[in-house]
């Protein structure tokens, strides 16, 4: 009996006549040819890991710690992989939400509570900020001390009134 692989289907939504083939590999990965339209590509196009040179198992588990202990900082410091890095490998799961939430719940036996936890980190950390902060926004000096703002008195008039003064 022999094992019948699986083969990816044709990334090119034009082709017409999808006939996809194994074409070698290269730098270690599997290559396919596409008979149809004549495309080469290799397995994980399409994916969060398209393009990317680390193993998908350290991809993989530095996502799940950044999802159960909810901080990339934690995530960076158990990895060994940037911060940087892991927030792009948040925002590539983002583009792929709907699949990469059926292989969590699949093969990571993740509850929907955990997952719905997940997306909600990732969600706060790739939304840039909406709201612009206002022009004076941190001058707390203007209503706590008023005195501040005017302007100084010259140095020579101060000091011979304090003077006579005295």
């Known amino acids: 009996m022999t094992a019948t692989l699986s083969l ?4 090119n939504p034009a082709c017409e006549q999808p006939h996809v083939i194994r074409n070698g590999s290269s730098k270690g990965r599997r290559r396919y040819h596409c008979r149809g339209c004549g495309r080469f590509f290799g ?3 399409g994916t969060p890991m398209y393009r990317l040179h680390t193993p998908v198992a350290e991809v993989a ?3 799940l710690v950044v999802m159960r202990r909810g901080s990339l900082r934690a995530a960076e410091e158990i990895t060994g992989h940037k911060y940087e890095t892991i927030g792009a490998w948040l925002r590539r799961a983002s583009e792929h939400a709907e699949a990469l939430t059926a ?3 699949q093969d990571l036996h993740l509850s929907t509570v955990e997952i719905d936890e997940f997306w909600s980190f990732v969600r706060k950390k790739t939304v840039l900020p ?3 902060m206002p022009a004076n926004a941190g001058d707390a000096s203007c209503k706590i001390a008023p005195a501040a703002l005017l302007p100084p008195a010259p140095l020579g008039a101060s000091a011979t009134s304090s003077l006579s003064e005295r």
């Open 8 to 11: 990816p289907t044709c990334p």
């Open 43 to 45: 397995e994980t196009e």
């Open 61 to 63: 588990q530095a996502l």
């Open 103 to 105: 292989i969590l719940t």
């Open 130 to 132: 909406t709201k612009q």
